[in-house]
């Protein structure tokens, strides 16, 4: 009996000293459908990839649920309003980096390495990463958002001339006026000025910024600047185009609903593309017979400044020092392991953003040249204080223009006063 209780002391004292990583931390991941994988069941792909992070970290166990983008958004607040959040995220900076400004998520700061900045090489996605002070998303992928045409119908008209398709396929606002013109003149319905809701908005954000060359916001992101002269000039522009036949009201159309218009073959034009948006849709666009080919957006001086989507992590601060730490393994799992890194690229049909990730598309053009537009890159504004709020007044003020309740001018100056105030607020 002496020797059994011995023994009994013994095991609770080796049990009492065991490392902490011989305890095993549990971690959530909640993920929106962003990997765009070939088969399959929601959420497959992810498991995947817990499997493997499992297999190499068996102290650390990954419970993975699949949100969409639908409900996902208002489902994370409602978990961080109730305590529940996850310890893991796989979203943009729009959404990121407003949950870190409330105080909400673990700090990067740590993975941000001079080594890892430099792969990147890009202050642009660097700093869409960060509030400023702090870095909280771990960026994975990026993509440039432009605009895409019918190239079926372009050949069967003789207009394909009219657009550049070299290079870069640059091209400015007077080329984009007299393509559209051509098309209509031949009894073709011809891009959406959509702005039914927020869906897609940064399309049109783009459009009319890009046209003649007018900026959205100052370089400190602390100011709307759209209500210029040049702004105005291009609303204006875009309303006189409505009007006149050549581009299409959109009222009754967000992003995606103007997307679907263009896969249907029902327009020719869409303001809305990415390389991800071009992958979804590809059964559709060959279904519907023709060849949709990407171009940037139309500028008066012909260099474009693009939108782009950054895709990354995310780590809760739920209070516990070893899920921080653990989540933080996953996250770096996900993002720079040499084999699951460079995968998880081509999962989100996107690019990496290490520099020494390489040509993941090699051979394949219209990849390449997603890729070259990536110079073009603004400034990534979604991180700016009072995001959210600005975006109703955005598509609010566009469907005023295009009724011809209010002027371009009108518009654009209430569109600024609202968005200006929801930065105050936020502040």
Known sequence: MKKFVVMLIAFALLVSVL??????????????????????????????????????NPDITVKL??????????????????GTAPDVLFDAPGRIIDYGKNGKLADLNDLFTDEFKADVGNENIIASCSDGENYYMYP??????????????????????????????????????????????????NSI????????????????????????????????????EAGIKA???????????????????NGGGAIEQFVAGTVTGTLLWSPGLAKNNADAVSA?????????????????????????????????????DA????????TDDPVYGPQNVLATNAFPVRASFGDLYPGNEDMAFYASMTKYYGAYYNTIDGFAAMRPAWWGNLQAALTGEKSAEEALNDFVADANAAYAAAQ
Do not use: H
């Open 140 to 189: 994975l992928s990026t993509a440039p958002f432009l605009m895409a045409v019918n190239k079926t119908v372009l050949e069967e008209e003789g207009l394909l001339e009219m657009v550049n398709m070299e290079g870069e396929r640059l091209w400015t606002t007077d080329e984009f006026t007299a393509l559209n013109a051509a098309l209509a003149e031949k009894g073709y319905m």
């Open 19 to 56: 490392p902490a990583s011989a305890q095993a931390t549990e971690i959530t991941w909640w993920a929106f459908p962003t990997f765009a994988t070939i088969d399959e069941t929601s959420g497959k792909y992810e498991q995947s990839l817990i499997d493997a992070f499992q297999e190499a």
């Open 327 to 334: 989540a933080k393994k996953f996250i770096t799992f996900l």
């Open 193 to 228: 000025v959509f702005c039914q809701n927020q869906g897609g908005d940064q399309g049109t954000r783009a459009y009319i910024m890009n046209l003649f060359s007018a900026q959205l916001v100052n370089p400190e992101l602390t100011e709307w600047t759209i209500n210029s």
């Open 235 to 253: 609303l204006q522009y875009t309303v006189d185009e409505v009007a006149a036949g050549n581009l299409t009201d959109g009222i009754t159309y």
């Open 288 to 324: 519907s017979g023709f060849e949709a080919v990407a171009l940037p957006l139309p500028s008066d001086d012909g260099t474009p400044e693009l939108e782009y989507l950054v895709n990354g992590f995310a780590v809760f601060d739920n209070g516990d020092a070893a899920k921080i």
């Open 65 to 82: 649920e699949m949100i969409d983008f639908q409900s996902g958004p208002e489902k994370i607040v409602t978990a961080i309003e109730g």
